[in-house]
C-alpha cells in the first residue's frame, strides 16, 4: 500500500506529459485553408509533398503549421495615379486573387506569409500606373475603362506567374477626376452628342426630301407613260365595259346608247 503512492505519481506525471504533447500535435485545419508543414530536423518547410488539407492533423510536437487561406479573396486598393497628360486620378479597384495551393511549400519557403504586401500589391500599383499613363482624362472617365481592367490584368499576371499567386480578375471600380476637368469633359460629351443629334437630324430630312422627290418623279413618269397609252378607241371600250357593269345593277336608269361625246352611252337615272 505504501508503494502505490509512488508508482502512480509517474504515472500521472507520464499521462500529463502525454497529454500535452498531443495537444502541441494536434492541428486543425478549416474549411478553406491549407497548412504548409516545417520540419526544423527534416529540411525545414515541405515542398516535395501536398499541403495538409482540411481537417484534424497528428504531426511531431517539434515540428510546426503554417496555415493560409486558399480561397478566392479580394484585395481592394485606392491608388493616386497620372493620366497621359500628367493629371492626378484617383483610380478604385479591386484584385480577385488566390494562392496558388500546389505550390504553397514553395509560396511559404520562398516569399512568405505576407505575400500580399510583398508581391501583390506592389504589382498592381506599377501595372496601374503604367496603364493609365496611356491613356487621357476623357478616355479614363469614358470608354477606355473595360481596355484598362483588361490591360492592368494582363501586365499584373505577367509579372507574377512564377510568383505561386493565383490572379482571377482586376475591377476599376471608379476613377475619380478634379472636378474642373470632369465637368469640361461632361460639357464638352454633351455638345459632341448635340452635334450628333443635330447631323442626324438634317440627314434625316435629307433622306426625306429625296424620297419626296423621287415620289413624285414616280408619279410624274406613270402619268406620263398612261397618257401616250391611252387613245380614243380604248377610251370607248373602256367606257362601254363600264356601262355593261351598270345595266346589271338594279337601279332604275334609263341608257342612251352612242348619244354622249365621242359615241359614248348617256346614262339617266331616276334623278
Same mark, same amino acid.
Given at each position: 500500500?505504501? %508503494?502505490?503512492?509512488?508508482? $502512480?505519481?509517474?504515472?500521472?506525471? $507520464?499521462?500529463?506529459? +502525454?497529454?500535452?504533447?498531443?495537444?502541441?500535435?494536434?492541428?486543425?485545419?478549416?474549411?478553406?485553408?491549407?497548412?504548409?508543414? /516545417?520540419?526544423?530536423? $527534416? @529540411?525545414? +518547410?515541405?515542398?516535395?509533398?501536398?499541403?495538409?488539407?482540411?481537417?484534424?492533423?497528428?504531426?511531431?510536437?517539434?515540428?510546426?503549421? /503554417?496555415?493560409?487561406? +486558399? %480561397?478566392?479573396?479580394?484585395? =481592394?486598393?485606392?491608388?493616386?495615379?497620372?493620366?497621359?497628360?500628367?493629371?492626378?486620378?484617383?483610380?478604385?479597384?479591386?484584385?480577385? /486573387?488566390?494562392?496558388?495551393?500546389?505550390?504553397?511549400?514553395?509560396?511559404?519557403? &520562398?516569399?512568405?506569409?505576407?505575400?500580399?504586401?510583398?508581391?501583390?500589391?506592389?504589382?498592381?500599383?506599377?501595372?496601374?500606373?503604367?496603364?493609365? @499613363?496611356?491613356?487621357?482624362?476623357?478616355?479614363?472617365?469614358?470608354?477606355?475603362?473595360?481596355?484598362?481592367?483588361? &490591360?492592368?490584368?494582363?501586365?499584373?499576371?505577367?509579372?507574377? =506567374?512564377?510568383? /505561386?499567386?493565383?490572379?482571377?480578375?482586376?475591377?476599376?471600380?471608379?476613377?475619380?477626376?478634379?472636378?474642373?476637368?470632369?465637368?469640361?469633359?461632361?460639357?464638352?460629351?454633351?455638345? &459632341?452628342?448635340?452635334?450628333?443629334?443635330?447631323?442626324?437630324?438634317?440627314?434625316?430630312?435629307?433622306?426625306?426630301?429625296?424620297?419626296?422627290?423621287?415620289?413624285?418623279?414616280?408619279?410624274?413618269?406613270?402619268? %406620263?407613260?398612261?397618257?401616250?397609252?391611252?387613245?380614243?378607241?380604248?377610251?370607248?371600250?373602256?367606257?362601254?365595259?363600264?356601262?355593261?357593269?351598270?345595266?346589271?345593277?338594279?337601279?332604275?336608269?334609263?341608257?342612251? +346608247?352612242?348619244? @354622249?361625246?365621242? @359615241?359614248?352611252?348617256?346614262?339617266?337615272?331616276?334623278?
Amino acid at each position: 500500500m505504501d %508503494r502505490l503512492p509512488k508508482i $502512480g505519481i509517474p504515472i500521472i506525471i $507520464g499521462l500529463i506529459i +502525454v497529454i500535452i504533447l498531443l495537444f502541441k500535435s494536434a492541428v486543425t485545419i478549416d474549411s478553406g485553408e491549407a497548412g504548409v508543414l /516545417y520540419r526544423p530536423f $527534416g @529540411g525545414g +518547410v515541405v515542398t516535395d509533398e501536398p499541403p495538409l488539407g482540411e481537417g484534424f492533423h497528428i504531426i511531431a510536437p517539434w515540428n510546426k503549421v /503554417y496555415i493560409y487561406e +486558399v %480561397r478566392r479573396q479580394e484585395l =481592394k486598393e485606392i491608388m493616386n495615379v497620372l493620366s497621359s497628360n500628367g493629371l492626378d486620378i484617383k483610380l478604385e479597384a479591386s484584385v480577385w /486573387y488566390k494562392p496558388e495551393a500546389a505550390n504553397l511549400g514553395k509560396l511559404h519557403q &520562398e516569399i512568405g506569409e505576407d505575400y500580399l504586401s510583398r508581391i501583390l500589391l506592389p504589382t498592381i500599383r506599377s501595372a496601374a500606373r503604367s496603364v493609365v @499613363g496611356r491613356y487621357t482624362p476623357e478616355q479614363l472617365y469614358s470608354s477606355k475603362r473595360d481596355a484598362i481592367q483588361a &490591360e492592368i490584368f494582363d501586365e499584373t499576371r505577367k509579372i507574377i =506567374k512564377d510568383q /505561386y499567386i493565383e490572379l482571377d480578375e482586376v475591377l476599376v471600380r471608379d476613377v475619380t477626376l478634379p472636378a474642373t476637368i470632369k465637368e469640361a469633359i461632361e460639357r464638352k460629351l454633351k455638345q &459632341e452628342q448635340e452635334s450628333l443629334e443635330y447631323e442626324f437630324r438634317l440627314i434625316s430630312a435629307q433622306k426625306e426630301a429625296e424620297r419626296q422627290v423621287i415620289e413624285a418623279q414616280g408619279k410624274s413618269d406613270a402619268n %406620263r407613260i398612261l397618257s401616250q397609252s391611252l387613245n380614243d378607241q380604248i377610251l370607248k371600250d373602256k367606257g362601254i365595259e363600264a356601262t355593261l357593269q351598270l345595266a346589271k345593277s338594279n337601279n332604275s336608269k334609263i341608257i342612251v +346608247v352612242g348619244s @354622249g361625246d365621242s @359615241g359614248l352611252p348617256i346614262i339617266l337615272g331616276n334623278n
